[in-house]
């Protein structure tokens, strides 16, 4: 089993593949079939395990108990999702960085996918509706202002905001449930919750405008 390393300590040679001096034509060997379209797949997916090992041992606190199998395993999970996806966009590759750099980051964003999600495999994501903030007697080394305003903050998460979109609120910014994680338990996209996200905050923010608990315009900016 080849160990889990970082990536500066890793032989980059899928370059050398072919020779130190002509860069190679990733598109073109990818893109016609045959002997070149397979060498070039078998290099690619070379690199990206490379890149998928170096970013689940960067993550790899979050694998308490997790042995170096178990890391290969998602590293290799990773790399083969991370090519198929590449190979669905390689017409979208413009030239702006070298292909191998473009490819890297399609290793390693699905290996960070991957390690959330078995880092959260057995953890149960709350999807109730109760309150956020239960109202509680402001103690001494309290100020009233910030409980005032996490007063607000709890009925505009309530007044403001959909039943829907209170439990993506509370999973998303009180949990920290990774988004691809609840995206997965949802049965929905990492588009679909950003765009949630994105509303629950707009409303927030015009609620707590309204009300006085933020200054400026009532209008919110958008992205």
Known sequence: MNPVRPLDQVDSGVDRASGPTEP?????????????????????????????RHQVWRMRPMLAGAGNDTCEELANQAADDALASLLTKVHTFRGRSRFTTWAYKFAILQAATEVRRHAWRNREVRLDDAAVWPDEHAGPEQHVEAVDLATAVGRAMVVALTGYQRRIAVA????????????????????????????????????????????????????
């Open 24 to 52: 190679r034509d990733w598109l073109a060997d990818l893109t016609a079939p045959g002997r070149d379209q397979d060498r070039a797949l078998r290099d690619l997916h070379g690199l990206m395990i490379r890149a998928a």
């Open 172 to 223: 998303l910014l009180v949990d920290g449930v990774p988004v691809d994680v609840l995206a997965d338990r949802l049965g929905t996209t990492r588009g679909a919750l950003y765009k949630t996200l994105y509303e629950v905050r707009t409303r927030l923010r015009r609620h707590l405008a309204g009300t006085g608990h933020l200054p400026g315009a009532t209008e919110v900016k958008t992205r």
